[in-house]
């Protein structure tokens, strides 16, 4: 099979390289850090930028690895990956303090799989208000209360 891509095609692909790498684990500035799984797959992306005329998005290191420099994981890379850490935080503060919230009033301990349309409804107004609360103020007036509930 032959594939074929434009400098422009090739550049993003190298972007989503990196971006799914970043997902499972991978840092640019830790080589360590490489999710063996993807290792091999990686180092033929990022080894086939020069013949697609990415050569300035990659460098290598003294071991001949390739790795993402700083003009592929900033700009739109880290605008991405920046956005994508604000949104699963928010996200997962909103469904955890609104299921702890049901389940302190419900007096149960652990989300049933299935929900009745009246709990439903509860978790989802719950949700609702710590998005209103956090799209307004932020964290600014969330607080800890060491041993209690908030």
Not at 28 to 45: F, G, H, N, S, V
Not at 63 to 84: D, H, M, R, V
Request: net charge negative; aromatic share 10%.
């Amino acid at each position: 099979m032959k594939v074929s891509f434009t400098t422009k095609e090739y550049a993003r692909l190298l972007e989503l390289v990196h971006l799914g790498l970043w997902v499972a684990g991978a840092r640019p500035d830790d080589p360590a850090t490489m999710p063996e799984r993807y290792a091999d797959i990686a180092q033929k992306a990022f080894g086939l930028a020069e013949t697609f005329g990415c050569a300035d998005l990659v460098e290598a290191d003294v071991n001949g690895q390739y790795f993402p420099n700083e003009k592929l994981t900033g700009g739109p890379a880290a605008e991405k990956i920046e956005a994508f850490v604000e949104d699963a935080f928010w996200g997962e503060l909103v469904g955890r303090l609104a299921e702890r919230d049901f389940h302190s009033e419900a007096g149960a301990t652990k989300l049933g799989d299935e929900l009745d349309d009246e709990q439903a409804e509860r978790l989802t107004a719950l949700e609702d208000g710590y998005w209103r609360e956090f799209e307004a103020h932020g964290a600014d007036h969330l607080v800890v209360l060491r041993g209690g509930k908030g």
